[in-house]
């Protein structure tokens, strides 16, 4: 069964460091999504992402943070530079077209912040 | 505005008794409804939808939910509960004038005991 996977698992970094998240989306999708949960709390919203460009984003998605699909297959998530705050798993998600089809979703990426 | 509510953030059952997990929601279009269940340190694993059609939908692991449009509620449930049934379950709704993104609850942690 084709699945979402995401690099790294886990990514301790400093605060004020740059961090790349790395999603493989499934190969015939075309809307991908980037949600992050902290602590097993509510799954929240960043962005998502179809026709190579941004079509909808948060107001957590702030000019530190940005997506790209450099090659077609891969699609990251970059966060600037890094604050305390930002410490959470982040889930990555695609669908294929049509509001009546479901997510699926990476294992997640847990970043934390020091 | 769109939402999805989940009142209840911990459900107790005792194993073999049924369970109620509760969702209402709010969208301006139809809504395309979505449960998803999420282990320990594991991302979103997709359960059921209700897209259209008979009100009850079957899905994995013997769970069902019933939509209801005048109560705009969609019950997860499950005829008997497992130990292994135990995690944290998120209901998602989508609009079908914008599938720009999924609305996610705030989860309901799901405890079955022995």
């Known amino acids: 069964e084709p699945e979402v996977t995401q690099t790294p698992s886990h990514q301790v970094t400093q605060m004020g460091q740059e961090v790349i998240l790395r999603c493989v989306p499934i190969?015939?999708?075309?809307?991908f999504y980037w949600y992050r949960q902290i602590l097993g709390q509510k799954v929240e919203f960043l962005v998502s992402?179809?026709?190579?460009?941004?079509?909808?984003k948060s107001e957590i998605f702030d000019d530190q943070f940005s997506v790209e699909r450099p090659d077609g297959s891969n699609f990251t998530l970059k966060i600037r530079s890094t604050k305390l705050e930002d410490s959470a798993m982040y889930f990555c998600a695609s669908t294929r077209r049509g509001a009546e089809t479901e997510a699926f979703f990476g294992q997640g990426t847990r970043l934390t912040v020091v | 505005a769109q939402s999805v509510a989940q009142p209840e953030d911990q459900v107790n059952v005792a194993e073999g008794n049924p369970l109620t997990v509760k969702c209402t929601y709010s969208?301006?279009?139809?809504?395309?409804l979505f449960w998803y269940v999420q282990y320990p340190n594991r991302g979103l694993q997709f359960l059921l939808k209700y897209i259209t059609g008979d009100n009850l939908v079957k899905g994995s692991y013997g769970f069902e939910a019933e939509f209801n449009k005048s109560q705009t509620s969609f019950h997860l449930k499950k005829p008997s509960a497992l130990v292994s049934d135990s995690a944290l379950y998120f209901c998602a709704v989508r609009d079908n004038n914008n599938f720009n993104k999924f609305y996610f609850g705030s989860g309901t942690k799901l405890n079955v005991k022995p």
């Open positions: 190969s015939n999708h075309l809307y």
């Open positions: 969208v301006s279009g139809n809504p395309y």
């Open positions: 992402f179809y026709n190579n460009e941004i079509s909808e």
